[in-house]
């Protein structure tokens, strides 16, 4: 049980319309009636009702803020206590003189980051999974990624783990009768539902997995690396990209000095864009730590865009930047096609597919369109738009149902080998538990302390 009552500004700290308070537990109506003055108790309204009036500090009898209060008694609130929201004017000044008489005066406790979804939480509206989910929700960069996050924070990943749970302890329930009673054991009819369950299993486990790539970029976004000679237009094209002017842009070449990282959504499609210094031989010594840099986020990256000068033929440099290339996501862009072309198209086109060759001129904005296509068939085969938004998206959960997967292979292989039932127990145990760990079912006090610690405070 969750004795004390804590509280944290809930909005964004700077100027705005309004700013919210935000406090929960089991004190949160009493104590916001002690510093609120308006028409009714506080105390004795209804739920879910919003209520005019002041904020006072209960010493002076002095008015601090005009505020809207809203009560929310539990369980019947995010956190499932009872929640005060105080709506105050927007400004730092405001907010910090409400604040101050709820955590100085009133003796309130300052939230941790994430408390108020830890105690959603813990007291078991919401699963680990769906918890998790509210920081994606949060961090989203594209609509596509809010709209994932937006139907895990519903449950709808949940409940897609918690049948595979029962899947996996209907056989383990199976199992353990066959241990506890071995004389009612049929060996040959165990050993086919150990196999039909687990397989059974294994093709749901499969299905969640085949997203997990799609669903990783969409959370994360593609780290993709723009790399090439000096001055082949790498700024302009991430400036383009952006659409402003965050890289300098000159006709000197080693311009760019250091990486520059921006994110954006073309299509759709996240991309966190790493411009880099141009890859080239040189004795500055600024310039060459910018070099160094580049082939660090080039090594680093899931997709590079290799830039390419239509003007020119292939230099050596370019020849030893394709052969750092080899086996890479890479996506060739001959940039400056307004101009006469020099590079050798059929030289380049034995290099590298068809399909991943795009022709631009950043200076008269054309070719966009076709990186965009281009990305797209790379990383999602060029179905974006799918209805079904059940992806698994975070790190964590595909790791775990990795660890089942392999879990349910080592069953029924030690099955298909005639270990004895006790052993293959544990396989399907550990399954079992790694399912549990996604939605929180089988995890520790010190991960979910890790989990919530990346929330912002307040939320």
């Not at 039932?421 to 939605?439: K, N, T």
């Amino acid at each position: 049980m969750i004795q004390d009552t804590i509280a944290a500004i809930a909005t964004a700290v700077g100027e705005g319309g309004i700013a919210i308070i935000r406090i929960s537990g089991p004190d949160a109506i009493a104590t916001t009636a002690r510093i609120f003055r308006s028409r009714d108790d506080l105390r004795e309204v209804d739920s879910h009702t919003v209520q005019y009036g002041h904020i006072v500090d209960p010493a002076t009898d002095e008015k601090v803020e005009e505020v809207l209060v809203t009560v929310m008694r539990g369980p019947r609130s995010f956190t499932a206590e009872d929640v005060v929201e105080i709506n105050a004017h927007g400004g730092v000044v405001a907010v910090k003189k409400v604040l101050d008489l709820v955590l100085l005066q009133e003796g309130l406790r300052l939230a941790e980051p994430g408390e108020f979804t830890k105690r959603a939480f813990l007291n078991g509206r919401i699963d680990l999974m769906q918890a998790e989910a509210v920081i994606d929700l949060i961090r989203s960069k594209s609509d596509r990624a809010f709209q994932v996050a937006r139907k895990q924070a519903e449950g709808t990943l949940s409940k897609r783990i918690k049948a595979l749970r029962q899947t996996v302890i209907e056989l383990l329930a199976h199992i353990e009768v066959n241990i506890d009673y071995p004389e009612h054991d049929v060996e040959d009819l165990t050993s086919a539902y150990i196999r039909e369950q687990s397989g059974k299993a294994l093709e749901d486990i499969g299905k969640l997995l085949k997203t997990a790539n799609e669903g990783k970029i969409l959370r994360e976004g593609i780290m993709t690396a723009i790399v090439g000679r000096p001055n082949v237009g790498k700024s302009s094209l991430l400036n383009a990209l952006v659409q402003e002017n965050k890289a300098i842009v000159t006709d000197i070449p080693g311009t760019t000095r250091d990486v520059i990282e921006e994110f954006v959504t073309i299509n759709n499609i996240p991309l966190r864009l790493l411009d880099t210094a141009g890859i080239r031989e040189t004795s500055d010594v600024v310039e060459r730590i910018g070099v160094e840099r580049s082939h660090t986020a080039l090594e680093e990256a899931d997709l590079i865009l290799f830039v390419l000068n239509n003007n020119e033929p292939l230099h050596a440099d370019d020849r030893l930047l394709l052969e750092r290339l080899e086996g890479r996501q890479v996506i060739v862009i001959v940039n400056k096609t307004d101009l006469e072309g020099r590079l050798d198209r059929q030289e380049l086109e034995g290099l590298f597919p068809a399909d991943s060759i795009v022709n631009m001129s950043v200076l008269e904005e054309e070719g966009l369109d076709g990186l965009e296509k281009a990305i797209s068939r790379l990383f999602f085969e060029g179905q974006l738009d799918s209805g079904d938004l059940t992806y698994v998206s975070n790190v964590r959960h595909i790791s775990l149902l990795k660890r089942a997967q392999q879990s349910l292979v080592d069953a029924i292989d030690a099955s298909n080998a005639g270990i004895p039932i006790d052993l293959i127990q544990i396989d399907v145990r550990s399954a079992w538990e790694s399912l549990g760990e996604i939605i929180g079912d089988e995890v520790g006090d010190s991960l979910i302390d890790q989990i919530f610690s990346q929330f912002c405070l307040g939320k």
